[in-house]
């Protein structure tokens, strides 16, 4: 039998990047070590730290990295040091440049309410109990990527102009990935627009209906984005997939983090042609980084989604999550999602809690 090897790439980026990615890639070496397949991990820079080694936010060596590996797993860019730079320069454009020359244009992010963290959400916990939502956002088109963009100058005051934009055929990708990704969950889709004003999204209105069509077995309802991020407050329950656009997936799928009780429990995965790419949701953090206190679950998560979805290790996958819910069953906490009464622990020792309790979980079957 042929062994089997995949090549990850792997950047930590800035602030807490670097510690939330050393606890992940633990959880990948035993994976490796108990699954027999070989992980073959090579980093490389993005982000502020590349801005400040290369002068560019993603230098060739690392696009070059990411195209030609199997799977891309990302810590986080950004932070204050950077922020007077130029606009093509800023870190947060390689993970632009990366999902547009990745072609990664569906981000999946699961919304899942962990029963050990309900008392950790702001919200009632007969409000969040049994939450489990996929938020499938479109990730290369939209205000983000729409020309004519930029600033300048009309009659001596200054403009800011971006373009929200979808054609007919990016709409209907990623909406049927939805439908897809709904088919094998609870056949509820929600496609979430704001067609009462922006023509872009009557046009994705009509397309999602169109694409409704061959699948009859999910019900799809449309809703205006002002009113999905009230209801994902109020009965937050209702919801199984929702796609949208990527500046509204953007803003629900935060809002949505905290129904979890913490932004640090949402991972990732922008899927694309062929490589995929792996990440926590939240920021750099920079004010925390260096103090061992960011929580690493996000970016464990991550590693267990891509197991599933680049690999297709579905049961190492499922033994990843099992061991964070017993360490978070057995009282451990980083300080986002800590509560009188539970254990408070740094990132490196979270980490090697979710390790103890994987090489419990991973007996040969």
Known sequence: MEEKKYKIAVFPGDGIGPEIIREALKVIRVISESSGVTFEIEKGLVGGGACDQHGEPLPEKS???????????????????????????????????LRKRLGLFANLRPVVAFKELLDASPLKSNVINDIDIMIIRELTGDAYFGQPRGIIMEKGLRIGINTIIYSEEEIRRIVRVAFEAAIKRRKSLVSVDKANVLESSQLWRDVATEVGHDFPDVEL???????????????????????????????????????????????????????????????????????????????ILSVAMMLRYSFGMLRE?????????????????????????????????????????????????
């Open 221 to 299: 309802r449309h809703m205006y984005v002002d009113n999905c991020a009230m209801q994902l407050i109020w009965r937050p329950s209702q919801f199984d997939v929702i796609v949208t656009g990527n500046m509204f997936g953007d803003i629900l799928s935060d809002e949505a983090s905290m129904l979890t009780g913490s932004i640090g429990m949402l991972p990732s995965a922008s899927l694309g042609q062929k490589t995929a790419m792996y990440e926590p949701i939240h920021g750099s953090a920079p004010d925390i980084a260096g103090r061992n206190i960011a929580n690493p679950l996000a970016t």
């Open 317 to 365: 996958a499922k033994i990843i999550e099992d061991a964070i819910r017993a360490v978070l069953k057995d009282g451990f906490r980083t300080g986002d999602i800590y509560r009188e009464g539970t254990l408070l622990v740094g990132t490196e020792e979270m980490g090697n809690e979710i390790v103890k309790k994987l090489k419990a979980l991973l007996k040969p079957v």
């Open 63 to 97: 696009l070059s990295m990411a195209l030609g590996s199997d799977a891309v797993l990302l810590g986080a860019v950004g932070g204050p040091k950077w922020e007077s730079l130029p606009h093509h320069l800023k870190p947060e454009r390689a993970l632009l440049g």
